[in-house]
């Protein structure tokens, strides 16, 4: 079983928004904070967005203002909203899982395209 399924990558145009979607195994999602990554070619993989399990976020300078980070304990998933797009953001963009003993997961990642 994948731990950390994501969805939503996609083409938009500048200014657009995306939505993203990572879904967990239960066992890890209650345990970890969850994190948006993304790495463009050429590029290190780099921190976007987290969401600690206390619901506290943190982000990327890049992203702040313009992504949203959110959890649902329900659905142990984990969304990035991002609205303002533009053409520094496209790449592939992970999911992770993060215990606090420092373990992480990685999902497989999801293209993110911005273009016209």
């Known amino acids: 079983q994948v731990p950390l399924v994501e969805s939503g990558g996609g083409l938009v145009q500048p200014g657009g928004s995306l939505r993203l979607s990572c879904e967990a195994s239960?066992?890890?999602?209650?345990?970890?904070?969850m994190g948006w990554f993304r790495q463009a070619p050429g590029n290190e993989r780099e921190l976007v967005a987290r969401?600690?399990?206390?619901?506290?976020?943190n982000y990327a300078d890049s992203a702040k203002g313009r992504f949203t980070i959110s959890r649902d304990n329900a659905k142990n998933t984990v969304v990035l909203q991002m609205s303002s797009m533009n053409l520094d953001d496209p790449a592939v963009y992970y999911c992770?899982?993060?215990?606090?003993?420092?373990?992480?997961?990685w999902g497989r990642g999801t293209q993110v395209t911005v273009s016209s």
């Open positions: 992770q899982a993060q215990y606090t003993s420092g373990i992480f997961w």
């Open positions: 239960a066992n890890i999602f209650s345990s970890s904070a």
């Open positions: 969401v600690n399990r206390d619901g506290t976020t």
